[in-house]
């Protein structure tokens, strides 16, 4: 199994960047299909983006396609987002996956394991 921890949260101001890292330990996330969600106070947690096993497909919900990017690098056991044009509705716990593969990352329940989550905060 996989242990998940995430970093690189903070306070930016609207329209500034952060990029978020995922550090994996307890096996090789080449093994999994990774992936990022959020959850605001009071909201449903929901699907940010997903990227396959080796990294050359991805997956955004619409809500960030465009502003944000998964990578992953993979001899490093780390999965990144970078956050470009962030909004205040962007405004979450951002929360690292790993899973079976990148389709299915949209949907929590085929979700293996899980970080705490890093909070990002957008002010306007």
Do not use: H
Not at 79 to 91: A, R
């Amino acid at each position: 199994q996989v242990q998940l921890e995430e970093s690189g949260g903070g306070l930016v101001q609207a329209g500034g960047s952060l990029r978020l890292s995922c550090a994996a330990s307890g096996g090789p996330i080449s093994s999994y299909a990774m992936g990022w969600f959020r959850q605001a106070p009071g909201k449903e947690r929901e699907f940010v983006a997903a990227i396959s096993r080796s990294g050359p497909t991805t997956n955004y919900a619409d809500s960030v396609k465009g502003r944000f990017t998964i990578s992953r690098v993979n001899t490093k056991n780390t999965v990144y987002l970078q956050m470009n044009s962030l909004k205040p509705e962007d405004t979450a716990v951002y929360l690292c996956a790993a899973g079976l593969n990148w389709e299915y990352m949209v949907y929590e329940a085929y979700v293996q394991y899980w970080g705490q989550g890093t909070q990002v905060s957008v002010s306007s």
